[in-house]
């Protein structure tokens, strides 16, 4: 898909883009089983629907940027844009913007339940702080 035939989320209703998230998480889950892989070691790997959400939403915003890749701090404005326009994604925002050992706010295999880049370090092992 290009640039141009992107559709943005931004306008949908939280329930349609948690319905969205949903999806792609079963899809996810599926595709995880499907290739032999045991729920027991990769369920708490995956972000939650909320997440998935804002990750969308961001992706959208890069997408509309033409690509490119925020700085630290415009990244920080679009997740806090992201929790002004969806009050409800708070939570879910301020998580993700206090995660530290999230690579490079690229989605990888790390705890935060991102899928990793080629050369994004691995922090699937990293404890959970979320626990804590």
Do not use: C
């Not at 141009?4 to 209703?13: F, V």
């Not at 499907?34 to 790997?45: A, I, K, Q, V, Y």
């Not at 972000?47 to 992706?59: I, S, W």
């Not at 690579?103 to 404890?127: E, K, M, Q, V, Y």
């Amino acid at each position: 898909m290009t640039y141009d035939e992107h559709l943005p989320r931004g306008h949908a209703s939280l329930e349609v883009l948690r319905a969205e998230a949903a999806d792609e998480l079963a899809t996810i889950v599926q595709e995880r089983l499907l290739s032999g892989e045991d729920p027991w070691d990769f369920m708490d790997e995956l972000p939650t629907v909320d997440e998935l959400v804002v990750y969308l939403l961001r992706a959208d915003n890069i997408a509309s940027n033409g690509g490119r890749r925020p700085s630290a701090a415009r990244n920080y404005r679009v997740l806090r844009q992201i929790a002004l326009d969806h009050p409800d994604l708070t939570p879910s925002v301020w998580r993700l913007i206090g995660d530290k050992d999230a690579p490079d706010w690229a989605p990888g295999p790390g705890r935060n339940g991102s899928i990793a880049r080629p050369g994004a370090p691995d922090t699937a092992d990293a404890p959970d702080r979320r626990a804590s």
